[in-house]
């Protein structure tokens, strides 16, 4: 396997779902999700309840799933189903808990094997489930179970029924006819919900992240104007309250959080003085702009102070004037108005997808001691004379060793979030950097940096194979540890490492991009001589014993760094101003329409097709039934209009979705039809009338003669008889 076979990524995923259920119908809203993320994707189902087989199948759909992401759909109760539909509590116990634990076995074999991301879902049981509390206490069981088994296994995300309904609450989401009749256990809201959370976390896994939430004060973290009302004056109302919860979880996430507001710095610090009743401290912020400066100018300051590209900011704030100030001299910043209301703002960040972390790790949470530390460093750089002096102060410890199992998920996180020291930007995802560890021909390194004022942690990544050279496909360093000879360093080991082997070569492969100049600086700057042009970039072919030898020259730098341009303004072309506002005006609307189930459904349901693809003339309809049968095979078969004389298979339907035809009948018409009319009766909505009225008629016939056998005791033999006969007369 090539290096190259391995950075190729492709531009149409596939969505391979499997489930222990009939999952087809959330199809219809996931591709309107797709479409309207700009997400080129396709939408495969596994046959039907083959979970394992799925995990297990090396020649399975989910295991022949390369580049895309893996779903699988789960609810538990279907597992006493399939082992013969056993309600005894005790007596399925066991056989759940033996489940579960091969399930979780299950899934991690398969992201061994592949580098395809998971997404598990548990879904929620049936109410008669949620009703016994002994078997609700053991599907509880089970999901804890399994949170456990998972929470550490690359590549594998687990998503609870309760996080879905936290989400998206859904008040009727069992369908028990659907259920009956083909194993479609959920009503159209519920798979709507379902196909929004998977949507959700689709875009988590392929959307660059953030990394900096900058915010405003007055009216933003807190209600009311701290120069005006003072400190003891602005309201921190549980509304606010919840603001502050939802940054502090971003924070405990690892996203750091800057201050940026026009105000008096005294009167904000006031503030974070004197009220302890605010969740938020002084301390939560990293870095912060309290000035009557530009907005846009304040986060180009907090950039270059914490050595970050200015596209990885997020700006909140009230005032539609700063916003439209930053968006047009910031475009790379995504920006969003918060409302004055703090219960809807409230809503807005909840609803907020681009602030959705699938997985915290613990170098995340960290993240903030490691800017802390950072400006401790700063400021005792100011404090010497010399930057050979700062250096030296330092006692910086550099190990570079290849990489373990447990640092795999930072490592992933590494190729996605660094963008400006990178040689090749290849962003990988956590089953793909295991996958290159299992690799017998590639090898991974990792650096760990530590210096006196802390543990930067792991902070840089190199991929390479040794073959007639060493081919480095990584060679990547976080900007937190550049100017201090760490790239350096990481280039001589890899000359220590061709030197032992006896391999006369170290190739570096400079694949540029937008961003990545300072990586480009460095090489030129230890091997301009031993460069030459290739299409994309250039290839440096440093001699192993020259690369071995490089050393930091201090002589060459002055008192501040310049490897490093992160902090730098970014340089985008027009469109891609363009691209920075559709996707901050995307996300605000989705957050601000689209945030409970039954928007959702309006809006997909207004993406119909008004085109209808049947052959006969279209019939409106022309009775109360007809209308509510048509409005039913609208929704499902997902057209603007039907018509009575419409055939039901010609528009498009499907046998799973006359299914859903007949669960639709009984629940909101207590009819409750065999499946044999789809094959026995005209498959038009005028046909079906006539078989839900015959139904009708035929069970209130019965109601009759029933009413009339439960009444024969007490009649006198006169009735009787006079009964028969005027029935008898009635036949003749």
């Not at 003085?273 to 002084?282: I, Y």
């Not at 539609?320 to 100030?325: N, T, Y």
């Not at 501040?560 to 992160?566: K, L, V």
């Not at 498959?683 to 029933?706: F, H, M, P, W, Y």
Request: charged residues 25%; negative net charge.
């Amino acid at each position: 396997m090539s290096i190259d076979e391995l950075s190729t990524t492709r531009t149409e995923r596939t969505i391979a779902i499997t489930s222990t259920f009939t999952a087809e119908p959330l199809e219809r809203a996931l591709s309107f999700w797709l479409e309207e993320l700009e997400i080129p994707a396709r939408i495969v189902f596994a046959p039907y309840n083959q979970v394992f087989q799925e995990l297990l199948d090396p020649s399975s759909l989910l295991a022949t799933n390369r580049g895309g992401i893996n779903i699988v759909l789960i609810r538990f109760e279907d597992w006493q189903r399939s082992a013969g539909g056993a309600h005894d509590a005790e007596l399925s116990l066991p056989l759940l808990r033996k489940n579960a634990r091969e399930f979780a076995h299950a899934i991690t074999a398969s992201a061994e094997r592949t580098a395809t991301p998971q997404l598990v879902f548990i879904c929620p049981s049936s109410p008669a489930i949620v009703a016994e509390p002994e078997r609700k206490t053991i599907f509880e069981q089970m999901a804890d179970l399994l949170k456990e088994e998972l929470k550490q296994t690359p590549g594998v995300y687990l998503i609870s029924s309760s996080e879905l309904f936290g989400s998206y609450p859904v008040t009727e989401y069992y369908d028990p006819h659907g259920d009956r009749l083909a194993h479609v256990p959920f009503t159209p809201l519920f798979f709507t919900a379902l196909a929004t959370m998977i949507a959700r976390k689709i875009y988590s896994l392929t959307s660059k992240p953030y990394k900096v939430i900058v915010l405003d004060c007055d009216q933003t973290l807190w209600g009311g104007v701290c120069g005006e009302d003072g400190a003891l004056g602005v309201q921190i109302t549980p509304p606010w309250k919840k603001i502050q919860e939802f940054l502090l979880q971003q924070y405990d996430a690892g996203m750091l959080l800057c201050l940026c507001s026009k105000n008096n710095e005294e009167d904000v610090a006031e503030v974070f003085t004197c009220r302890p009743d605010m969740p938020l401290t002084f301390d939560h912020f990293v870095a912060r702009r309290i000035n009557w400066k530009p907005k846009s100018e304040n986060i180009r300051a907090l950039a270059r102070e914490l050595n970050l590209g200015s596209d990885s900011f997020i700006f909140l704030d009230d005032d539609p004037v700063e916003c439209a100030e930053v968006q047009s001299n910031c475009p790379e910043v995504l920006t969003f108005q918060v409302a004055r209301d703090p219960g809807q703002t409230v809503r807005l960040l909840s609803n907020l997808w681009i602030l959705d972390h699938l997985k915290v790790t613990g170098d995340g949470q960290r993240r903030n001691l490691t800017y802390r530390q950072s400006a401790e460093r700063e400021r005792f750089r100011k404090s010497v004379f010399s930057f050979d002096e700062f250096l030296a102060g330092l006692n910086l410890k550099i190990e570079i060793s290849p990489m373990a199992t447990h640092q795999v998920v930072r490592f992933a996180e590494l190729t996605q979030r660094t963008n400006q020291f990178n040689v090749a930007t290849h962003p990988r995802s956590e089953g793909e950097i295991r996958r290159l560890c299992q690799s017998e021909y590639l090898e991974c390194l990792s650096v760990n940096v530590k210096d006196r004022f802390g543990d930067y942690g792991l902070v840089g990544a190199v991929v390479f194979k040794a073959a007639e050279s060493i081919l480095v496909d990584t060679f990547l360093l976080s900007c937190r540890a550049l100017g201090k000879g760490v790239e350096h360093r990481m280039l001589s080991r890899l000359g220590e490492i061709a030197d032992e082997r006896g391999l006369n070569e170290v190739v570096v492969h400079y694949h540029q991009t937008k961003k990545n100049g300072s990586a480009l600086e460095f090489l030129d700057g230890v091997g301009s001589d031993f460069k030459q042009a290739v299409q994309g970039g250039f290839l440096f072919r440093f001699p192993a014993r020259y690369a071995a030898a490089i050393k930091y020259r201090l002589e060459r730098l002055d008192a501040t760094p310049t490897t490093s341009a992160e902090g730098a303004a970014v340089s985008l072309m027009p469109s891609e101003f363009d691209e920075a506002r559709e996707k901050a005006s995307l996300l605000a609307s989705i957050a601000a329409e689209m945030h409970d189930v039954e928007s959702i459904q309006r809006a997909i349901l207004q993406t119909r097709p008004t085109v209808r693809r049947g052959l006969v003339p279209f019939v409106s309809p022309r009775t109360p039934l007809e209308n509510r049968l048509a409005q039913v095979w609208s929704e499902l078969l997902g057209l603007e209009r039907v018509g009575v004389q419409d055939n039901f298979f010609d528009l498009g339907g499907h046998s799973l979705l006359a299914m859903q035809v007949l669960a639709r009948v009984r629940k909101d018409l207590s009819v409750d039809l065999s499946p044999r009319v789809f094959f026995t009766t005209e498959l038009t909505i005028a046909g079906l009338c006539r078989e839900i009225v015959a139904q009708q008629v035929q069970a209130e016939s019965s109601n009759e003669v029933e009413t009339v056998l439960q009444n024969l005791d007490a009649l006198s033999d006169d009735q009787v008889k006079a009964l028969l006969a005027e029935a008898e007369e009635s036949c003749d």
